[in-house]
T-cell receptor
């Protein structure tokens, strides 16, 4: 199946780290993605990770992948007000060229 | 600059009317997609097209129609058969190779009045 689960809401103080979690069910997924959506806008690709990797770091973003538990997380260091958005994880299961999205996690940064 | 352009940004429709949402890309991408977004429900796939003159139904195609006569363009028509069309509609495209992910337009908010 292509079920991607995410928790719904997270508030964090400016300057703290924030962690967003995602659970996927298709263990054959080759690529996993994190997208950011600001209010009233489209989705912006933040980062992606290949299934043969455990971790990927890109400036303030760290992606961790636990294939055994089918768990994906996104850590944002030094969270800023501009990080307030909805974050979606997504996967492309093996043999399927369609992205399957989670329901999104709204992050609110408190100044 | 390359990108995807969706128009209009806001659209109002009377009940019983068909409306067409525009999606144009100049990225030379092969595949294009239409998603519907409702609060708390994430993104649901309506239709997608991997090549000109071909398209497939997604998970919620009922009440919608599309065409793909040109590589650059993938318009979505919301027909009167769609019972609850008020939503945010997002168009996306990809070159076709998995790991590049999708590029999204800025969306069209459709409201039935």
């Amino acid at each position: 199946g292509e079920d991607v689960e995410q928790s719904l809401f997270l508030s964090v103080r400016e300057g703290d780290s924030s962690v967003i979690n995602c659970t996927y069910t298709d263990s054959s997924s080759t690529y996993l993605y994190w997208y950011k959506q600001e209010p009233g806008a489209g989705l912006q690709l933040l980062t992606y990770i290949f299934s043969n990797m455990d971790m990927k770091q890109d400036q303030r973003l760290t992606v961790l992948l636990n294939k055994k538990d089918k768990h994906l997380s996104l850590r944002i260091a030094d969270t800023q007000t501009g990080d307030s958005a909805i974050y979606f994880c997504a996967e492309i299961p093996y043999g399927n060229n369609r992205l399957a999205f989670g329901k999104g996690n709204q992050v609110v940064v408190i100044p | 600059d390359g990108g995807i352009t969706q128009s209009p940004k806001y659209l109002f429709r009377k009940e019983g009317q068909n409306v067409t949402l525009s999606c144009e890309q100049n990225l030379n991408h092969d595949a294009m997609y239409w998603y519907r977004q409702d609060p708390g429900q994430g993104l649901r796939l309506i239709y997608y097209s991997q090549i000109v003159n071909d398209f497939q139904k997604g998970d919620i195609a009922e009440g919608y129609s599309v065409s793909r006569e040109k590589k650059e363009s993938f318009p979505l028509t919301v027909t009167s058969a769609q019972k609850n069309p008020t939503a945010f509609y997002l168009c996306a495209s990809t070159i076709g190779t998995d790991y590049y992910g999708y590029t999204f337009g800025s969306g069209t908010r459709l409201t039935v009045v």
